[in-house]
C-alpha cells in the first residue's frame, strides 16, 4: 500500500453560450478557444498514456453547460470552421515569416497543433468530446463527475430549495443522459456550500464532494487530520478539501509554475499585434482577440518579451512536474509519520489553466503522472470515490458555508454590482413554484407543458454563477448582464402567456430553438409534490 494519495480533479466549465440568430458571435470563442487549447490537448496525453499502458487515475468535472454545447450540433459545425479559420491563418503566418526561421518554425507548429486538433475532433471523437471522456471512463483511468446545470452558485439560491434542486437534478440527468450513468461526485459551483445542502446530493445519490480548505477546516467538528482525509456531513456524503499548497504551486502566476519567464506568454497574441486588414477575417468582426498564435514567452515584468522556444520550455515543464511531485512526497512523508490513515492530497483546479492560460500545462500534467507511476512508490494517483473504497472510515461533522472565490465566501457573486439580479432570480423562482402548482402533475395541453419546460430553461440560464461573475471584474460585463436581464424577460413573457393561456406557438418555438439547453428539462421538479 502507498503511504499516501494524490487526487487531480480538473473542474471543466463554461457558460452556455449559443447564439443562432447570429451568423458568428464573440463569445461563442470561449467555447472554441477551450477546446483547442485545453480539451483537445488534454485528450491527445491522456490517449496517449493509456496507449502506452501508463498507470494513473484522474478526476475530471465536466459541467452540464458545456457538455450540452460541446453535444450541440450548430456549435460543432461552427467550431470546425473556427479551426479551418485558424489552419488558413496559420499557413499565412507560414508565409509571412518564411525569412525568419524561428518565428516561421514557430507558425509550422501552431499549423500543426492545428491540424492535429482538426484530426482528433473530427476522426477521432466524431465532433463529440463527450465520446473520448467516456472511453477514458469505461477502462478506468478516469472518474467524471458533474456539476449542477447552469452552474448556478447553490447557497445564493438557497432560500428557495426548489431552485437548488432543480439545478443538482437537471445537471444530474443530462449528465446520465449523455455518459449513460449516474456520476458518484459532484463539483459544487464555484466550490459554494451551505448548511444543508449535502442531504439534497445525498437524495440524489451523490457520494462526494469538494470544498475550499476552510469550509472543512472550520467544520462543526475540529478535523483531526485537517484536509488530508475527508469528513463525512451528517447525512454520509463525504467532503474532501482543497490542499492550498499543491494548488497554490500550479495556479499562482505570481508564485507558481505557470509565471516562469520560459513558458508562453498569454497576453501577446497576433490577433492584437499584426496589421488589421490582415487579421480582420480570423478575428471576431471589427474587434481584435486572441488567435492562439502566440510567438513570445514571458521574458519578465516588463513589456519586452523574448521569442518563444517549445523545447527550453518542454524542460523546464519537466522540471517543475519533479519538483511538484518532489514536495508532494515529502508531504506525505511527513503526513504518514504522523497520522492513523493514509492520507489523500486533492489538487482541483479549472481544467482551462492547463493549455489555455498555461500553454504548458498539459505538458507538465503528463510529465507529473509518468514520474509518479515511474519514479517514485510513496503515493499513488487515486480517484476521491476510489479513495472511499480503499479508506472507508473518518470523522463526521457539519462544513461551513464557503466558495473558493476572493475571500472565500460570497463577495465575487453578492456584492453592489451584482446585487441587482438575485431579486429577480428569486422572483422568476417564485412564480416558477406557482405555475408548477397551479398546472399539476396530470395531463396538460403539450403546448403548455412545452412553455413551462421552456420557463425552468430561461431560469436555469439565468441563474448561472458566471454572469455575476463576469459582472464584478468587469470583462464582458455588458455581455453578462444581457445575458441575465433576456432570460429574465423571456421567462416572465412565458409565464404570463401561460397565465394568459395566450401562448405564441411560433415566437415558444424561437425560444427553444435559442435557448436549447437540457431536452430533459420537466417542471414538475418545481411541483410541491414533484414526481
Not at 522540471?319 to 489538487?347: C, N, W
Request: hydrophobic fraction near 35%; glycine fraction near 6%; charge should be negative.
Amino acid at each position: 500500500m502507498p503511504k499516501g494519495y494524490l487526487a487531480f480533479v480538473l473542474h471543466a466549465h463554461l457558460p452556455y453560450v449559443r447564439h443562432p440568430e447570429y451568423d458568428t458571435f464573440l463569445e461563442e470563442r470561449w467555447l472554441f478557444e477551450a477546446i483547442t487549447e485545453t480539451y483537445i490537448p488534454i485528450i491527445k496525453f491522456l490517449n496517449r498514456l493509456i496507449e502506452e499502458d501508463v498507470s494513473f487515475k484522474l478526476t475530471i468535472s465536466i459541467s452540464p453547460s458545456l457538455l450540452a454545447m460541446m453535444e450541440d450540433s450548430l456549435l460543432q459545425e461552427r467550431y470546425l470552421a473556427h479551426l479551418c479559420g485558424l489552419i488558413e491563418l496559420s499557413e499565412k503566418e507560414l508565409e509571412r515569416t518564411r525569412h525568419d526561421p524561428h518565428f516561421h518554425w514557430l507558425a509550422g507548429m501552431y499549423r500543426h497543433l492545428f491540424m492535429e486538433a482538426r484530426d482528433i475532433y473530427v476522426n477521432h471523437c466524431n465532433g463529440k468530446l463527450s465520446s473520448s471522456l467516456k472511453k477514458f471512463y469505461e477502462c478506468g483511468a478516469i472518474e467524471l463527475i458533474t456539476t449542477s446545470a447552469t452552474h448556478g452558485l447553490l447557497p445564493l439560491l438557497s432560500p428557495q430549495p426548489k431552485a437548488v434542486v432543480s439545478q443538482i437534478v437537471t445537471g444530474l440527468k443530462y449528465f446520465e443522459r449523455v455518459f449513460g450513468f449516474r456520476p458518484q461526485g459532484m463539483w459544487l459551483p464555484e466550490c459554494g456550500y451551505y448548511q444543508g445542502l449535502d442531504k439534497i446530493l445525498r437524495k440524489e445519490g451523490i457520494r462526494f464532494f469538494i470544498l475550499e480548505s476552510h469550509g472543512v477546516e472550520y467544520a462543526s467538528t475540529t478535523p483531526f487530520y485537517g484536509v488530508y482525509t475527508p469528513i463525512y456531513t451528517p447525512s454520509g456524503v463525504a467532503a474532501f478539501g482543497r490542499d492550498r499548497a499543491s494548488t497554490k504551486q500550479v495556479w499562482s502566476a505570481r508564485e507558481g509554475f505557470p509565471g516562469d519567464p520560459d513558458y508562453r506568454e498569454f497576453y501577446q497574441d497576433i490577433g492584437y499585434d499584426l496589421d488589421f486588414d490582415y487579421i480582420r477575417p480570423y478575428i471576431a468582426g471589427d474587434i481584435r482577440v486572441d488567435t492562439g498564435i502566440k510567438y513570445y514567452r514571458i521574458t519578465g515584468p516588463t513589456a519586452w518579451k523574448e521569442p518563444y522556444h517549445p523545447e527550453i520550455a518542454k524542460e523546464k515543464a519537466a522540471q517543475h512536474a519533479g519538483d511538484f511531485l518532489h514536495k508532494r512526497i515529502s508531504h506525505i512523508e511527513y503526513l504518514d509519520s504522523v497520522m492513523e490513515t493514509a492520507p489523500i492530497v486533492v489538487a482541483p483546479f479549472d481544467a482551462e489553466l492547463f493549455g489555455h492560460w498555461w500553454f504548458e500545462g498539459p505538458q507538465w500534467l503528463d510529465f507529473v503522472i509518468r514520474k509518479a507511476a515511474f519514479d517514485q512508490n510513496t503515493l499513488e494517483l487515486t480517484t476521491l470515490s476510489g479513495y472511499l473504497d480503499r479508506h472507508p472510515v473518518h470523522q463526521t461533522g457539519t462544513p461551513c458555508a464557503s466558495t473558493w472565490g476572493h475571500k472565500g465566501y460570497f463577495e465575487a457573486w453578492l456584492n453592489g454590482k451584482t446585487d441587482w439580479i438575485y431579486p429577480q432570480l428569486h422572483e422568476c423562482n417564485r412564480r416558477m413554484e406557482i405555475l408548477a402548482a397551479g398546472k399539476g402533475k396530470g395531463r396538460i395541453p403539450a403546448l403548455t407543458r412545452r412553455a413551462l419546460n421552456q420557463c425552468v430553461r430561461e431560469l436555469l440560464l439565468a441563474q448561472s454563477s458566471d454572469w455575476p461573475f463576469i459582472i464584478n471584474n468587469g470583462t464582458s460585463a455588458e455581455y453578462a448582464t444581457r445575458r441575465i436581464k433576456d432570460h429574465v424577460a423571456r421567462f416572465h413573457y412565458l409565464a404570463d402567456s401561460i397565465e394568459n393561456n395566450s401562448i405564441s406557438k411560433e415566437y415558444l418555438s424561437v425560444l427553444e430553438q435559442m435557448d436549447n439547453i437540457f431536452p430533459n428539462a420537466d417542471y414538475r421538479i418545481f411541483h410541491p409534490n414533484p414526481p
